[in-house]
């Protein structure tokens, strides 16, 4: 069976969560896309040419708690202004999403480039304030000294910079239902979307 559930959202919305909780009841495979830009992101911080990191990636790099950083996430989200960075990684998320046995994807142009024809599309948001209570709650061991207002300015800066680039910007696609979990504990958040994918799985 080819069935994907496309996600996208800005950060800290519950996009992982959802994603994760999803896959597993589902039985699907879920793929976190914004860990390909935090790779990149992470090896062009060591010097590397962006493009040239984000051609040469490898799976095993993906898998890693320590790219969780606030700086690696701002680094992630320079790089994915570029058109050839982007290019480079859009085959295997493609594949990934069209891979047998279901699949679960989230980002930021999941629903609107990668796979717009995805049987269920999402996008996930919250207000500001709440996205950055909630990572200001789970920052990394080398984030601790960031208060919530320099949190607050980092998840406002990526947002900037994601829905305003000229090569997929992050936008809700035309269709796709809305979750605003701004007042949604994880729970409710979750059936929300599991309810859409049922309803989706239904009707095929
Ligand atoms: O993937 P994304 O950056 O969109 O967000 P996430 O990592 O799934 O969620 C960020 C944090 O918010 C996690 O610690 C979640 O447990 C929490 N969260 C929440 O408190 N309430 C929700 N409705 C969704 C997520
Ligand atoms: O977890 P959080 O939502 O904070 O960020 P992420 O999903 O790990 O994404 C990090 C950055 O990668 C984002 O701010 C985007 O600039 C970029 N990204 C993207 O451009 N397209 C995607 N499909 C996923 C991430």
Do not use: W
């Amino acid at each position: 069976m080819i069935f994907t559930v496309a996600i996208d959202g800005p950060a800290a919305a519950g996009k992982g969560t959802i994603s994760k909780a999803v896959a597993a009841r589902f039985g699907f495979r879920h793929l976190d896309t914004g860990l390909l830009y935090r790779a990149v992101g992470a090896r062009t911080m060591e010097g590397v040419d962006p493009v040239e990191a984000a051609r040469s990636l490898q799976p095993d790099d993906l898998d890693d708690d320590a790219l969780r950083t606030q700086d690696i996430a701002q680094a992630a989200s320079r790089v994915a202004v570029l058109p050839d960075v982007r290019a480079a990684l859009t085959e295997f998320q493609r594949r990934f999403a069209r891979s047998e046995g279901g699949a679960v994807l989230d980002g930021r142009d999941i629903c609107t480039v990668i796979c717009p024809e995805a049987e269920v599309r999402l996008y996930v948001t919250a207000s500001a304030e709440v996205r950055a209570r909630r990572r200001f709650e789970e920052l990394s061991p080398e984030d601790q000294t960031m208060t919530l207002d320099d949190v607050l300015q980092d998840v406002l800066a990526r947002d900037q910079r994601d829905m305003n680039r000229a090569d997929a910007p992050l936008v809700a696609a035309p269709g796709a239902t809305i979750i605003d979990t701004s007042a949604m504990d994880i729970e409710e958040a979750v059936e929300a979307a599991a309810q859409r994918v049922a309803e989706a799985l239904i009707a095929r």
